[in-house]
Structures are given as C-alpha cells and as structure tokens.
DNA sequence: ATTTGGAGCAATGTCAACATTCGGACATGC
DNA sequence: GCATGTCCGAATGTTGACATTGCTCCAAAT
C-alpha cells in the first residue's frame, strides 16, 4: 500500500532548529573546520537559550559534525586522512546492506529517480553534492531499515562535508554525477540484491580512487 | 607501540552518571519495556536536576535504549520482531566488517583472549550475556576504528536486552558461547580478513537461527 | 632556565522557576 | 449517537541565574 496521503506533522523544538542553522553554516563553510562553537555566543546570535543551544549542539555532536570535551568547549570537526578513510569502510559497509535490501524489497523508488532527474539540471557542485546526498538518502528511505537511516544520518554530514572539499571544480564529478547515480538507481530496478550491493561497493571504489587519492 | 601506561581519567559530568544509572535498571529489567520515564520522578530518585536527567535521556535514546516523542515523553523501548531483524541485519554488516579489519590489523587481540578466559567461569546467563557483549566490544576496540565502534555503541544496548530476553536458561546457549567466541579468536589470529568475515556471519547466523526462530 | 603554585577570567555544567503543549473528561450542539 | 468545543491536570520545553571547572599569565622557588 502506498505511504498515507497526509503524513504526521514535524513537531520539533528550539533546540532542534538551532542545530540546524548551526549545521547549515557548517556546510555552507561559514564555519570553518577547528572553530569554536560558545554557546554564549551562539545563543546570542540565535536568539535562544544556552539550554537549547546545549541541546542542539549534542545532536550535531552524534552527526559528527562537531566534537566536545567536558569543560573545555565543542569545536566543528576537523577532519584527517583516517578519518576519511574510516567514513568510507563504513559508509560502504552500510550502502552495500541498503543497495542489497532496497533491491529486494523492490519498491518506493520513486523519489530516487526524481533526485537523478533534479542532479541532471544541478548547475554548481555545490547543487550536485547535496543532491548525490539525497540520492542516498532515497536509497535508506527505500530499505524501511529504521536503524540502517539512523547509521546512515550519523555520518552524512560528515560525507556530505568532505565531498564538498574534495570535489569542488573537479571536472570529473560533474561528469560522472549522473551516470553513476542513474546506474545504481538502475540496478536497483532489476531487483538483484547481490549485484546492488557489488555496485555499491564499485561506486564508492570509484568515488575513494578518483577523490580520496588524489590529495 | 603499545596504548600509553597511564590513560586520560574520564572525565564526565552528572548527565552521563544519570543515563548509566537508568540504563543499569532497564537491562537489570527493573524497568519494563514501555514504562514511561517521567522526567521529575527520575531527577527526584536520582537527587539531580531535570536538566541532567533529560541529557542523560538523549544518551539512552542514541542508544536506542529509550524512545521519546516531542512534548509526549519518553518510554523504554519495546523490540518488535522487525525491530529484531533490524539489529541482525545491521549488526551481521557491522560485524563482518569489524571482524575483517581486526584479522587485517593483527594486533590487540589480549582483551579478546581474556574476556574468552571470564565467559568458560560464568555461572550465570546474566553474566554469559554480558560477556558475550564484551567479547564483541573487544573486537571493535581491536579494529581501532573509530566510526565502526560508534555505530556498534548505537545497537549494543538493543541487542544485549535482546539477548537477555531470548536466552534466559537456554541449554543451547549456555553450552555453544565459549566455543563459539572462541572459534571466533581464533580465526581472527589466523589473519585471514576473509575468513574472519564469514566466520562473523555465520556467527550471527547461528544465533539468528537458534534464537529469533524459535520464539 | 625550568618548573611549580596561585589568582583571575572565561567558558561550560547544573539547577530551579516559568511557559507551552498534550491528552482526557465533560459539556454542548447537531 | 456522533462529532465538536472547552476546560483542567500533568508532563515536557525553555529560560536565566548560580556553581564548577579549565586555561593562561605571572611570580617565586629550586
């Protein structure tokens, strides 16, 4: 049966929507990488309480976008070579498990080809980086896997922000953007869960060799 | 080298003292599946303020322990079958990959070996149970993958409740944890990433078979 | 010269009071 | 009888003030 016409409405606080201006800056790069984020400062700017900045501030926390010490402060995250390497053992640990079980599954790909055909009319990278996000997003969403979008939504920012440091003005991502994702969200189609996952796995390959390597 | 002699004192504040207690009494089953958390009560029988209990709860709820809903509250959390083919599902891809990248590393297995050692002098399934869980905590460590042990810390807590509930005084249990964590050392010293993986999954095959399909 | 101790400041951790929202009970209208 | 509207108690969401901790600078001792 198709998803209910009229979805429940997102009741959310304060502190909710002060982690996401604070994320938005982040990846906009007005927030650099090292800088500190004071809540005093931040609540300020925000016009809300320190409480709810501490709140907000403990979610971006779990997205990895930013780390904290006890008593010493939080800082957006920087990001190292391990790092990056550990963001993609993982991440193709997880895409491989949600290629293969959105393929069984076999249905709700529409909004993954309405992310290609937005990707195809993306004029900045800045556009292609976010819609590649979202294509994977649709790929989470299509599994139902409540926990696999929880691992998922835990180091998406932190993908999402790398991608956008190594791919700007890179030729080959603007050309390869929608092929690859217009491949995928084909296999996906055929209803293979073992050749989804191996095309996940040659996706990322692909991304790790032509971007992570070149550093 | 080796981890340095003396390492850095945890320092961490009355929130985080709060989630442990409460997860203590959730996994000892001093609070059933459903019961409502109130915020007062729990700061009032904790001797702590509202605020730390409520960061305390976005702990546990980060671990899946809890559930909570915007101005409703927050509830132990119920497993579902579906919430149980999510943990296994999530965990066999977690697993695999913490298994392949500790034979990979080749080193850092003496936790492991001595949590094995504990498991042979168990008494309790109580106590089999939560070995269980460090054995498989020692194995992330040994990955020294940090994302990866991230990941496992947000279903750990699922599962061990899982594990609790399913395998309270079972024979089959009792008698196949040693020999089974420790086939699962062994191939992790023989270095072979490969094996190590599919010893991983049919690790958690067996358990699946056994303990999700007798229910 | 190096190190140790303390004072001051700045930032975070904690708390208790106020504001908001929710769910149910009851009354009202059709 | 069913749906709608209103009130009330209870719980959470939010806030600002107070307590605690960590960093830095500087002086004094070895």
Do not use: N
């Amino acid at each position: 049966m198709p998803p209910p016409a009229v979805r429940p409405v997102a009741r959310r606080g304060v502190a909710g929507e002060a982690a996401d201006r604070i994320r938005d800056a982040i990846l906009a790069g007005e927030l650099a990488a090292g800088t500190a984020l004071k809540e005093v400062e931040l609540a300020s700017v925000l016009g809300v309480s320190r409480g709810s900045v501490r709140e907000g501030l403990v979610v971006l926390e779990s997205e990895g976008l930013v780390v904290s010490e006890w008593h010493r402060g939080t800082w957006v995250r920087e990001l190292t070579p391990d790092d990056v390497d550990e963001l993609y053992t993982l991440r193709t640990a997880l895409d491989v498990l949600a290629m293969r079980t959105a393929a069984a599954k076999g249905s709700g790909f529409g909004p993954i080809d309405e992310v290609v055909r937005a990707m195809e009319h993306a004029r900045t990278d800045t556009e292609r980086v976010a819609l590649d996000m979202e294509f994977h997003d649709a790929v989470y969403a299509a599994t139902g896997h409540r926990r696999l979008q929880e691992a998922w939504r835990a180091i998406r920012c932190q993908v999402h922000l790398f991608l956008l440091a190594r791919v700007a003005d890179d030729p080959t991502y603007q050309e390869l953007v929608v092929p690859e994702h217009a491949g995928l969200a084909a296999v996906l189609r055929a209803g293979d869960p073992g050749a989804a996952g191996c095309a996940a796995e040659e996706h990322l390959r692909g991304s790790s060799v032509k971007l992570v390597e070149k550093r």
